[in-house]
């Protein structure tokens, strides 16, 4: 039971424009969303965070929005830059529960210059 | 800066023996964690420890222990290594409530 979902595995953007990953979860409970980046050979690193009192986060060029009742977030990059070119996964939490993350499958983002 | 050092980057390992994935993290977290990643699948949690010497299975603990012994470190084995174990291996640790997890570099693990 995927309780996180990122339903484009791929997405390719020019660069100096916006990229939008998206992610969507089923779990009602999840109240602190992250995403992360990761390259090849290299663990995730952290991009931003959104607790379920807000409904955006910004941070430079990173912007994440999140739809409650849709139970859905994005994820804006703007503008794109080649650096920017890697996999991008969603990540839930229930806070009062036991830390764990859950992750989605995650959306490769590739920046054509 | 917070680090969380695998002990190896590539390991190959034959089908039966015991492997033993060392994690260390430097910033007196209380959480960790070990994760898998696969292609089309993401990262599945293994175990995780909230605390010395306690731990809770996560979505796949299958052929996988775990050890915590002290805060600082957590072990990942695999009791008899298994073709359909080999996979990228990530620890992260974390502080708490609403803070982020942050990972190792990553062992990729080859079992053959």
């Known amino acids: 039971d995927q309780q996180v979902k990122q339903n484009s595995p791929s997405l390719s953007v020019q660069e100096g424009r916006i990229s939008i990953l998206n992610c969507d979860y089923t779990n009602s409970m999840f109240d602190y969303f992250l995403w992360y980046k990761k390259y090849p050979a290299e663990g995730p690193t952290f991009l931003i965070s959104?607790?379920?009192?807000?409904d955006k986060n910004e941070d430079g060029r990173f912007t994440v929005f999140l739809n409650k009742s849709a139970k859905h977030l994005s994820l804006h990059i703007v503008p794109s830059q080649p650096g920017d070119s890697a996999v991008y996964f969603c990540?839930?939490?229930?806070?009062?529960?036991?830390?764990?993350?859950?992750f989605g499958t995650g959306t490769r983002l590739t920046i054509i210059p | 800066d917070v680090k969380v050092t695998q002990s190896s980057r590539y390991l190959v390992k034959r089908t039966g023996e015991k492997v033993f994935l060392e994690c260390v993290q430097d910033m007196d977290h209380e959480n960790m964690f070990w994760y898998r990643q696969d292609p089309g699948l993401g990262l599945r949690l293994i175990y995780f420890?909230?605390?010395?010497?306690?731990?809770e299975k996560g979505d796949i603990p299958e052929g996988y222990s775990v050890s915590r012994e002290k805060k600082e470190r957590f072990s990942l084995i695999l009791e008899s290594a298994s073709t359909n174990q080999t996979s990228m291996y990530l620890c992260?640790?974390?502080?708490?409530?609403?803070?982020?997890?942050?990972f190792g570099q990553g062992t990729r693990l080859t079992v053959v």
């Open positions: 420890s909230y605390d010395v010497k306690m731990k």
């Open positions: 990540a839930a939490r229930v806070n009062f529960g036991n830390e764990k993350l859950t």
């Open positions: 959104i607790s379920s009192i807000k």
């Open positions: 992260a640790s974390s502080l708490g409530v609403n803070t982020e997890a942050f």
